[in-house]
């Protein structure tokens, strides 16, 4: 009954060609790199930015790149970072370190309006700490209000291996503003352009929740912006909804922020011969 309600829902909403190949893959029609390509996995976004983040890192000379995930709640998005990790690393030859942060209590208390208090309560999204550390095979856990574990983090941050990709599931605004010190920090803990997924920014606007955090941020002083890459949902396979949800970190001022990417082949249009 749950796989016809899916099915439904699918079709309904445009994803039919989507379930079809993921059934396709399930089938082993598919192979396990195609299927990641096309994002026929549970958690696409989280694959596409870990393979963006990954091949950047890769093309600016770094042999390990950071993933990061703000909001664990039961840990079910951070072990699928892991198993996503594994292949990619060995897909690009790069080390990726995952991280996962949370209270291991839920949710902090909301602050005021901006939080959402119509939508969470105070110790929704709790953990299962214990049970969750059984099953984590590469992850590092970081326990505590991020306001406190971000700057610690920080101070033992590897600069050798740049936060390529970071998911933020905090919900509240006031989280993800201490979430986003990541990024107000020295400009040499990140990639240039980071890959970020905002999980709660739908149905929202810039008054409160994550866009209100992004929008503050992109006004502050440092000026480093984090902003939409416009045109990405059309230029990703199936053109997933989810790719309104992907956003990169612009560190401007990063040593290597002008290093060019591109491959020759990319940057020449040669004249079409004629009959």
Not at 225 to 252: C, E, G, V
Request: aromatic residues 10%; contains cysteine; negative net charge.
């Amino acid at each position: 009954m749950k796989f016809g309600k899916s099915i439904e829902h699918g079709v309904t909403n445009g994803l039919g060609l989507r379930y079809t190949l993921r059934l396709a893959g399930k089938a082993h029609l598919i192979s396990e790199t195609k299927q990641f390509e096309l994002g026929l996995v549970d958690r696409p976004h989280y694959a596409f930015g870990l393979l963006r983040a990954a091949l950047e890192a890769r093309g600016l000379g770094y042999s390990s790149v950071t993933a990061i995930e703000f909001g664990v709640a039961g840990g079910n998005g951070l072990l699928a970072l892991e198993e996503y990790a594994t292949q990619v690393s060995k897909e690009v030859d790069i080390e990726i370190k995952v991280v996962g942060f949370d209270t291991g209590r839920g949710l902090p208390a909301p602050v005021d309006y901006r939080d959402l208090p119509h939508l969470w309560a105070e110790g929704d999204f709790d953990m299962n700490v214990d049970q969750l550390k059984a099953r984590l095979n590469r992850s590092e856990l970081v326990l505590g209000l991020v306001s406190d574990t971000v700057p610690r983090f920080l101070e033992s941050h590897d600069m050798n291996s740049p936060v390529g990709f970071v998911s933020f599931d905090l919900d509240l605004w006031s989280s993800t503003v201490d979430a986003f010190n990541i990024f107000r920090s020295n400009v040499e803990h990140c990639l240039p352009r980071t890959w970020c997924y905002f999980d709660d920014i739908i149905g929202t606007t810039e008054d409160v929740g994550e866009l209100l955090a992004i929008k503050e941020f992109n006004e502050e002083s440092h000026g480093r912006k984090i902003r939409h890459p416009y045109m990405l949902r059309a230029n990703i396979p199936l053109q997933p909804t989810w790719a309104d949800q992907m956003f990169q970190t612009h560190s401007f001022d990063h040593s290597r922020y002008m290093q060019l990417m591109a491959q020759k082949s990319d940057r020449v249009l040669p004249l079409v011969q004629g009959d």
